[in-house]
């Protein structure tokens, strides 16, 4: 059975940074590409960006480049996504998914349940 669990969310403050984290177990996360999203209360889930199966190579939507960082560790079958200089309005549920062949929005052939970030001002 696969499975995808996201963690690290919590409550920041503006400013701050959290490192999330995306486990599997099932698949090994090498062999996917894996990408982060958010949903805020009353918005759509929206394309974080997301990491490539086997150059690495990383894709981040421009609203995140040079705050938000992804990262895949084989060792843990874990991708992260560390997110620096928090904003208020990065307050939304990140999720991670997991695709054979898509990296970007249309992804998702698993998904996990999500963690709640909150940034205070």
């Known amino acids: 059975q696969v499975q995808l669990v996201e963690s690290g969310g919590g409550l920041v403050q503006a400013g701050g940074s959290l490192r999330l984290s995306c486990a599997a177990s099932?698949?090994?996360?090498?062999?996917?590409?894996v990408g982060w999203f958010r949903q805020a209360p009353g918005k759509e889930r929206e394309f974080v960006g997301g990491?490539?199966?086997?150059?690495?190579?990383?894709y981040y939507a421009d609203a995140f480049k040079g705050r938000f960082t992804i990262s895949r560790d084989d060792t843990k079958n874990t991708v992260d996504l560390q997110m620096n200089s928090l904003k208020p309005e990065d307050t939304a549920v990140y999720y991670c998914?997991?695709?054979?062949?898509?990296?970007?929005?249309?992804?998702?052939?698993?998904w996990g349940q999500g963690t709640q970030v909150t940034v205070s001002s």
């Open positions: 998914a997991a695709d054979r062949q898509r990296l970007g929005p249309a992804m998702g052939d698993y």
């Open positions: 099932g698949l090994t996360l090498s062999g996917y590409m």
């Open positions: 990491i490539r199966t086997r150059n690495l190579y990383k």
